[in-house]
């Protein structure tokens, strides 16, 4: 049985990614930072019992080191790892504004911790694994009062490429899905101060509406399959057409 890894699979795109690979049959291990969410995720999906979910902070190094030290111990290696945790994000503003703090917790949690995941994914791989980094189409164009946020999604899309070049000598495949506005539990809660956040956004989208996250984790599980056996270094971009507006 195959071993995946979803980094911050209690919500949003995690949760579905958990919710996709254990349905197909895989062995899946997540993480999250509040363990009383996994527990309403149990509650409301009994199926997920016998997912193997841990309190892990990724951005903390100790509590990261420990995490996988305890999958090593446990799984041995990894075949998939989704690196999708992302939390709210608390450096909003013009740049020059945002206090230096929240700016260095952002590069933080953003992309250091990603990267630090990465490094230690690979070195649980054999050939044929895959990783998957969750980016954003903030990585890929300016992002105006979230400019530290686009940084480490920009940082985020040249180590996948560039990793994906050397990893790729060992067999093990390096790609990322970009996400456009998708709609998430981070969204139903600006929709109570925003009632009409959905319809406003919506309606700079293209294709005129939000992304389900069962569609962005179609591309996740693409990517992870042997239909994209050939596919290195890339980023799928899912938003519905927003980045080309």
């Not at 997912?51 to 100790?62: E, G, L, P, R």
């Not at 990893?167 to 139903?188: D, F, H, L, Q, Y």
């Not at 992304?211 to 962005?216: L, M, P, S, Y």
Request: charged letters at 20%.
């Amino acid at each position: 049985m195959k071993t995946v890894l979803v980094t911050g699979g209690s919500k949003g795109i995690g949760l579905e990614s958990v919710l996709r690979y254990t349905e197909l049959g895989y062995r899946v291990v997540t993480c999250s930072r509040n363990e009383s969410v996994w527990i309403n995720v149990i509650e409301k999906f009994p199926q997920l019992k016998s997912v193997d979910y841990q309190v892990v902070d990724i951005s903390n190094d100790t509590s990261l080191e420990e995490f996988f030290l305890y999958i090593k111990s446990q799984y041995k290696y990894l075949d998939i790892a989704i690196n999708n945790a992302s939390p709210a994000l608390e450096s909003r503003g013009d740049f020059c504004q945002v206090d230096t703090a929240l700016l260095e917790a952002t590069f933080r949690e953003d992309f250091w911790a990603h990267a630090h995941c990465i490094k230690h994914e690979l070195n649980l791989m054999k050939e044929g694994s895959t990783i998957i980094n969750i980016s954003s189409i903030n990585g890929l164009r300016p992002t105006p009062n979230a400019a530290m946020y686009s940084a480490a999604k920009h940082a985020l899309e040249g180590l996948t490429r560039s990793v994906a070049l050397e990893s790729i000598k060992s067999g093990i495949r390096v790609n990322a899905v970009a996400p456009g506005v998708t709609w998430t539990p981070r969204w139903e809660e600006q929709q109570v101060e925003s009632p009409n956040i959905r319809e406003y956004v919506s309606d700079a989208v293209p294709i005129k509406r939000f992304a389900k996250v069962n569609e962005i984790v179609d591309a996740i599980e693409f990517l992870s399959s042997d239909k994209a056996s050939y596919i290195v270094g890339h980023t799928l971009v899912v938003d519905g057409g927003i980045s080309l507006a």
